[in-house]
């Protein structure tokens, strides 16, 4: 019955539009939805009537009739999210419907094991919420991994990254830990989320690339993540570039975009011209102070990035590319990929293409995850018979 499928569809885009405080009226609603304002009113009647929204005082909307506020039935509570990385972690207190309550960092070492890791960041993440004066009214959790990640199994798969971590379930140790349901994602994708819902919801289409020491990417077909038949979806590191000539990448292979792209090469290459640097943060000091070496490098980085990217806005079509990651905060880096896209792919793919920094910095993983969470409890409050709610 096709009618009552989209029906449903556009009923749960509403309490995920409702949910995240996106949409706060009916007028706001069709507005991001592009419905009509009775089409609308029947959705939001049929909500009420079965007890999943509630119709609260009025909104603080500027000029005429003030529309009456949206609410999620039982949406209270805060969401705990974790951004996991190689040498820290950050975490958040999210609140539902509404913004990121508090933040905190933690130095973290991978190699410790997925137990002794998750145990160690669900303290902190409780003490984070004990330190706002939260404590008790956590409703889900959920973390960003740095590796491909297994939603099935909910595991990551990045065996040089993190030894200790392969075929444990990430998701069981931080629920157990925490005390409440808890979803896991792979971190590109949890940062393409967090952009996406961050921005206009009309750029249903885009690639967030995350470029840091390692370069990734999360893709997103109206409005969803693409994970693709392994779940390696937007893995655009790993892909042979002629400049890249024999050097060994990390996953076995030689040549990889990884190996001209990403922080760890330009380390690589800056410490073949005697430069003192370790990390991906003394490349980006030694770009703000303008050094023309380390400038020239990020530079041809970029542009190494920006052709790979090309065959991607070509077979892709995008909205809209969000650059993320340490890398994304140097001009030269973001201007290359800009240029080398706009010179080199379609007229007709670059004409409405918007290329963008990542607007919510180190938060987008937060945000991200704390969506995915959100939309879990959704799942869980509507019973949608065709999804696991937590997976
Ligand atoms: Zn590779």
């Known amino acids: 019955m096709p009618r009552q499928t989209s029906a449903t569809a556009a009923e749960n885009r509403i309490l995920v539009l409702i949910g995240s405080g996106r949409a706060r009226s009916r007028r706001e609603l069709a507005e991001n939805l592009g419905l009509s304002a009775s089409t609308i009113s029947q959705h939001v009647q049929s909500l009420i009537a079965r007890g999943l929204v509630t119709e609260g005082g009025t909104t603080t909307s500027s000029g005429g009739r003030r529309p009456r506020e949206l609410r999620l039935v039982g949406s209270t509570g ?25 933040t905190s960092e933690v130095p ?26 939260l404590d008790g009214s956590l409703a889900g959790a959920g973390i960003a991994l740095p590796g491909p990640v297994d939603l099935r199994h909910r595991t990551v798969e990045s065996p040089s990254r993190m030894p200790g971590w392969s075929g444990r379930d990430v998701g069981a140790l931080l629920g157990d830990a925490l005390g409440v349901p808890s979803v896991i994602e792979n971190d590109a994708n949890a940062m393409a989320l967090g952009e996406h819902f961050a921005r206009s919801p009309r750029a249903q289409h885009s690639v967030t690339v995350k470029a840091g020491t390692a370069i990734g990417a999360g893709v997103l077909v109206d409005g969803q993540i693409h994970r693709g038949a392994t779940g390696a979806a937007g893995d655009i590191t790993h892909t042979r570039v002629t400049a890249a000539g024999d050097t060994p990448c990390s996953c076995g292979n030689r040549g990889c975009l990884e190996t ?5 090469a330009l380390v690589r290459e800056l410490r073949a011209k005697q430069y003192d640097v370790t990390r991906t943060a003394d490349v980006l000091a030694l770009v703000r102070d303008a050094d023309p070496v380390a400038t020239t490098l990020v530079r041809t980085a970029g542009r190494h990035l920006g052709e790979v990217l090309c065959a991607v806005v070509n077979f892709f079509n995008p909205n809209v590319i969000y650059l993320g990651g340490a890398l994304s905060t140097l001009e030269p880096y973001v201007s290359a990929i800009r240029s080398q896209i706009y010179e080199g792919a379609h007229p007709l793919m670059t004409r409405d293409l918007a290329i963008e920094r990542s607007t919510l910095g180190a938060d987008a993983n937060i945000v991200g995850v704390a969506r995915l969470v959100e939309e879990a409890l959704l799942r869980e409050a509507t019973s949608d018979p065709h999804r696991a709610a937590w997976s």
């Open 78 to 102: 805060f969401i705990g999210a974790i951004d996991l990385g190689g040498g820290h972690a950050r975490l958040g207190i999210v609140r539902r419907g509404g913004g990121i309550a508090g």
């Open 260 to 264: 001209v792209s990403s922080g760890a």
């Open 108 to 133: 973290v070492d991978l190699a410790t094991g997925a137990e002794n890791v998750i145990a160690e960041l669900s303290r902190e993440l409780l003490a984070l919420a004990g330190r706002l004066g």
